[in-house]
């Protein structure tokens, strides 16, 4: 982090929650009274394209987009796109990768390749690489949305701010609006906390 | 109700760019906005349909937007017309004539830049239409400036009695920042229409009189932009560069050089040309820092004040901080080598059309008929020109269709005697400027077969509702424009107007087949909606069965993406010649049940499973 900024990448394909996730962290870091900047660039992302979302917070944000080499925290809801952004992360940075591969249609007729094991390649950068199964937690807990909160929880202890005043306004959020699913919001918070400390390492593993 | 909605003075909220107009249009008093939808602008009138103390509509095109919003202004009612940048072209007979004429109740027209290009046919600046137009520009940097200065931009209006731009940018629109409210609505009495035909009667005597008048304006705009409080100075330390700005721009300046001077321009046009010069004065090197075009600095230069620019900066895209630091740290004389960093390839995941999208029969169609030059237009079907389509030959600009297909036919060239000329077009873009090319078509004895693709929706931008979907910006019930009628009309004949069920393919690939025969024009209409509005109803997945799929690889071409391949085998056929077979899985999460698919599998491996638990799914809306 610079000039005590932090710098958030959350990234994914369409309808994965990429853009709730990273309104959730906004907005709790908002509360934290952090000045905060939100920014997608979701090139037709209702179309099954590419979702990028940038987080910035701190006591002054200008810029809203993070650079190439300046993010300091990715969270990836799939394994290839976290690959695809890693060149954002700073070489200190640490990613937070759910391990579902979603390969397009392209990949799908054969003109382009999924990579063999995107979670290695990452490892392999050098960077700080956690890895999990966020769709097979959330299928434990009963609801396949539940990925979303899981992968807040990953990533809550690399935050400036405590873990719980992420989870404490993530289920406050749905006490709000839904409030039956917001004890399940916060087992799921603490699933994916759990989760995140899993390390990934340069072997090659079956993620 | 939106929390936004209801929200006092002196509360603070984390906003887009674009709800912070709407909350400021609701705040300066705004009796009536109307728009098109178009990204990055679409959420501007979405936001202010939340208000009700403002009549909202979503108008048929940007120039009717504009127009409509001229007409409440005449009646004395503040009024603010939204749109894309592409919009602006549209619009532009409107205001170029009302800006002669002026204005009475407030008018701000908001218009988005896709700066960058991510979703749009161009990258245009829409800072031309202030000069062009004699119109003011102010320039919001985030949220809080976009509210702040659309309240400005109406007073401004009613004082110099001219349309007042606000040019944003997607990085002003679609970037979430804190917000600050000072107030809340103030009503403006709208006095009524106070008939003048002198002024507001453009034949050429009365155009006349307004043009010195016009000028006059000008030159008060420009005083009052050289002492405007929108056009400051940010002191720094480092006088080597001083940089000269605006909108997003800003804020990237800011971050990449904290302690350079930098003039930041609100009100960027008329710009203030003196205060620039007093400011070159006090740096050793001006800079400007502006997207997209070399507009600012052209204008400067002319001033005979020396700057830089578009010499070391990009002349498109964005000017975000990756790219400013390379093109100038070197007039720093600090050499800026680009950090060494991982790279990654990984495979594109280019946007594609949606689960059982009714779009995919008839490009399913379009691909298996040879001999066609199809002209395309605007809208999801302009996907139909990607993988596994291949089936769409041009897209220009909406509406382009149909008269570039009627051109392509009157002026076929060698090749294409034998070619059959196609026009696609969807719903909202034929009723936005599509039905004059098919007017023009049947009256100047064109022939092009038309396929007009009504998926009760205006899908590319986000679902929106139009005159042929049978609901209003609010979700109420408004009259449904009957396309068949409307293109018999328009005289297409009867018998050439062919209703299908874009579910059908081999009645559609017929169809299609059947009216590019004719030698007369011929407007197919397909009729199911797009999958992601609430007209659309999900049904069980379809599975197939692996052991009976032969590869054969049929339903792939159909560009479903619920269809994947599961294995591919290469065989030998008796002939000798090696074949590929593909074979396919359904992916339940995706398939909605439409059925599509099953006519492209002749052994029926694809067949719909007893119903099972229920499904849960990813929402395709984020
Ligand atoms: C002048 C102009 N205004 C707005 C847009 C943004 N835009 C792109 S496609 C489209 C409409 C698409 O609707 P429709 O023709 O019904 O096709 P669909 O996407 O539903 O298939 C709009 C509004 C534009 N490109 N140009
Ligand atoms: S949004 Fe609607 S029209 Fe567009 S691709 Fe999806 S289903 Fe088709
Ligand atoms: S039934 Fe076939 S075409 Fe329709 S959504 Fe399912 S897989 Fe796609």
């Known amino acids: 982090?610079?000039?005590?900024?932090?710098?958030?990448?959350?990234?994914?394909?369409?309808?994965?929650?990429?853009?709730?996730?990273?309104?959730?962290?906004?907005?709790?870091?908002?509360?934290?009274?952090?000045?905060?900047?939100?920014?997608?660039?979701?090139?037709?992302?209702?179309?099954g394209g590419v979702v990028s979302s940038h987080v910035r917070f701190g006591p002054k944000v200008y810029s809203p987009q993070i650079d190439p080499g300046e993010a300091d925290l990715l969270i990836g809801f799939e394994a290839a796109e976290a690959l695809r952004w890693l060149p954002h992360l700073r070489p200190t940075g640490v990613a937070m990768v759910n391990?579902?591969?979603?390969?397009?249609?392209?990949?799908?007729?054969?003109?382009?390749?999924?990579?063999?094991?995107?979670?290695?390649?990452?490892?392999?950068?050098?960077?700080?690489?956690?890895?999990?199964?966020?769709?097979?937690?959330?299928?434990?807990?009963?609801?396949?949305?539940?990925?979303?909160?899981?992968?807040?929880?990953?990533?809550?202890?690399?935050?400036?701010f405590p873990a719980e005043v992420l989870k404490a306004s993530i289920v406050e959020g749905f006490r709000a609006y839904k409030p039956k699913l917001a004890d399940v919001n916060a087992q799921a918070f603490d699933a994916g906390r759990e989760a995140g400390h899993a390390r990934a390492t340069t072997h090659r593993s079956a993620a | 109700m939106s929390a936004v909605v209801q929200a006092k003075a002196e509360s603070r909220h984390l906003l887009s760019g674009n709800e912070a107009v709407a909350r400021a249009a609701w705040e300066a008093g705004v009796r009536v906005a109307a728009a098109y939808p178009g990204t990055p602008a679409t959420e501007i009138l979405e936001n202010i349909a939340l208000y009700p103390d403002i009549y909202s509509e979503w108008s048929v095109n940007e120039k009717v937007a504009v127009e409509v919003a001229i007409g409440a202004s005449l009646a004395g009612s503040r009024a603010l017309a939204a749109m894309k940048h592409v919009g602006m072209n549209v619009a532009s007979d409107a205001f170029m004539t009302q800006s002669l004429a002026g204005v009475v109740g407030g008018l701000v027209i908001v218009v988005a830049d896709d700066v960058g290009l991510s979703s749009s046919q161009n990258e245009q600046d829409s800072r031309y239409w202030g000069r062009f137009g004699h119109m003011p520009i102010l320039e919001p940097a985030d949220s809080q400036e976009a509210y702040e200065m659309v309240k400005?931009?109406?007073?401004?209006?009613?004082?110099?009695?001219?349309?007042?731009?606000?040019?944003?940018?997607?990085?002003?629109?679609?970037?979430?920042?804190?917000?600050?409210f000072d107030g809340e609505r103030i009503e403006h009495r709208a006095a009524g229409f106070q008939k003048n035909p002198q002024r507001w009667v453009m034949t050429p005597a009365n155009a006349k009189p307004r043009l010195p008048l016009m000028h006059k304006r000008d030159r008060k705009l420009r005083e009052l932009s050289e002492t405007s409080d929108l056009n400051v100075v940010f002191p720094g330390g480092d006088r080597r560069i001083g940089f000269v700005t605006a909108g997003p721009a800003f804020m990237h300046v800011r971050e990449t050089f904290p302690n350079a001077p930098v003039l930041k321009l609100g009100f960027s046009c008329p710009p203030p040309l003196e205060k620039i010069r007093a400011f070159a004065g006090q740096v050793d090197t001006l800079v400007v820092v502006e997207e997209t075009e070399l507009l600012l600095e052209t204008e400067i230069r002319a001033a005979g004040i020396a700057v830089r620019g578009k010499d070391i900066l990009p002349r498109f895209g964005e000017l975000a901080p990756s790219v400013l630091r390379p093109a100038i740290k070197p007039l720093l004389g600090e050499?800026?080598?680009?950090?060494?960093?991982?790279?990654?390839?990984?495979?594109?995941?280019?946007?594609?059309?949606?689960?059982?999208?009714?779009?995919?029969?008839?490009?399913?169609?379009?691909?298996?008929?040879?001999?066609?030059?199809?002209?395309?237009?605007?809208?999801?079907?302009?996907?139909?020109?990607?993988?596994?389509?291949?089936?769409?030959?041009?897209?220009?600009?909406?509406?382009?269709?149909?008269?570039?297909?009627?051109?392509?036919?009157?002026?076929?060239?060698?090749?294409?005697?034998?070619?059959?000329?196609?026009?696609?077009?969807?719903?909202?873009?034929?009723?936005?400027?599509?039905?004059?090319?098919?007017?023009?078509?049947?009256?100047?004895?064109?022939?092009?077969?038309?396929?007009?693709?009504?998926?009760?929706?205006?899908?590319?931008?986000?679902?929106?509702?139009?005159?042929?979907t049978g609901e209003d910006l609010h979700g109420l019930p408004a009259p449904r424009v009957d396309f068949a009628k409307l293109v018999e009309g328009l005289g297409v004949r009867p018998e050439r107007i062919r209703m299908v069920d874009p579910y059908e393919l081999p009645t559609i690939v017929k169809l299609v087949r059947e009216e590019t025969?004719?030698?007369?024009?011929?407007?197919?209409?397909?009729?199911?909606?797009?999958?992601?509005?609430?007209?659309?109803?999900?049904?069980?997945?379809?599975?197939?069965?692996?052991?009976?799929?032969?590869?054969?690889?049929?339903?792939?071409?159909?560009?479903?993406?619920?269809?994947?391949?599961?294995?591919?085998?290469?065989?030998?056929?008796?002939?000798?010649?090696?074949?590929?077979?593909?074979?396919?899985?359904?992916?339940?999460?995706?398939?909605?049940?439409?059925?599509?698919?099953?006519?492209?599998?002749?052994?029926?491996?694809?067949?719909?499973?007893?119903?099972?638990?229920?499904?849960?799914?990813i929402q395709p809306h984020a």
């Not at chain 2, 599998?601 to 499973?609: H, L, R």
């Open chain 2, 335 to 468: 050499p800026w080598e680009v950090p060494k960093r991982s790279q990654t390839s990984v495979f594109p995941r280019p946007p594609t059309m949606c689960a059982s999208c009714p779009h995919l029969g008839p490009y399913f169609a379009l691909s298996h008929i040879r001999n066609l030059n199809i002209i395309g237009d605007i809208g999801c079907y302009t996907l139909g020109a990607g993988h596994p389509w291949n089936a769409l030959d041009t897209c220009t600009c909406m509406g382009a269709s149909l008269s570039m297909a009627h051109g392509m036919d009157k002026g076929r060239g060698e090749s294409d005697e034998k070619k059959h000329i196609v026009a696609v077009i969807g719903d909202s873009t034929f009723l936005h400027m599509g039905m004059q090319g098919l007017l023009n078509m049947i009256y100047n004895r064109g022939n092009v077969t038309v396929l007009l693709l009504d998926n009760r929706s205006v899908g590319m931008t986000g679902g929106q509702e139009n005159p042929g």
């Open chain 2, 152 to 180: 400005r931009a109406f007073d401004l209006s009613e004082q110099y009695e001219v349309p007042v731009v606000v040019r944003m940018t997607t990085r002003v629109c679609h970037v979430k920042a804190m917000v600050e």
């Open chain 1, 99 to 160: 391990t579902l591969r979603l390969p397009p249609p392209v990949v799908s007729a054969g003109l382009y390749d999924y990579p063999t094991d995107p979670i290695a390649d990452l490892a392999a950068a050098g960077i700080e690489v956690h890895a999990f199964d966020a769709g097979a937690l959330a299928e434990e807990l009963g609801n396949p949305k539940l990925v979303n909160t899981i992968m807040l929880g990953a990533i809550s202890e690399h935050l400036p």
């Open chain 2, 517 to 617: 025969r004719m030698e007369e024009p011929s407007v197919i209409i397909t009729n199911r909606p797009c999958s992601l509005t609430d007209r659309f109803e999900r049904l069980q997945p379809y599975a197939v069965i692996d052991d009976q799929c032969t590869g054969c690889g049929n339903c792939i071409d159909l560009g479903c993406p619920a269809i994947f391949v599961a294995r591919r085998e290469t065989v030998t056929a008796k002939s000798g010649k090696s074949k590929e077979l593909v074979f396919a899985r359904i992916d339940a999460n995706t398939c909605t049940g439409c059925h599509m698919c099953v006519e492209t599998c002749a052994p029926e491996a694809i067949v719909q499973p007893q119903p099972q638990n229920r499904v849960i799914r």
């Open chain 1, 1 to 47: 982090m610079r000039d005590g900024i932090t710098n958030i990448l959350v990234v994914g394909i369409g309808g994965q929650g990429v853009m709730t996730a990273a309104e959730m962290l906004a907005r709790t870091a908002l509360s934290q009274g952090y000045d905060v900047k939100k920014t997608e660039v979701a090139g037709m992302a209702q179309r």
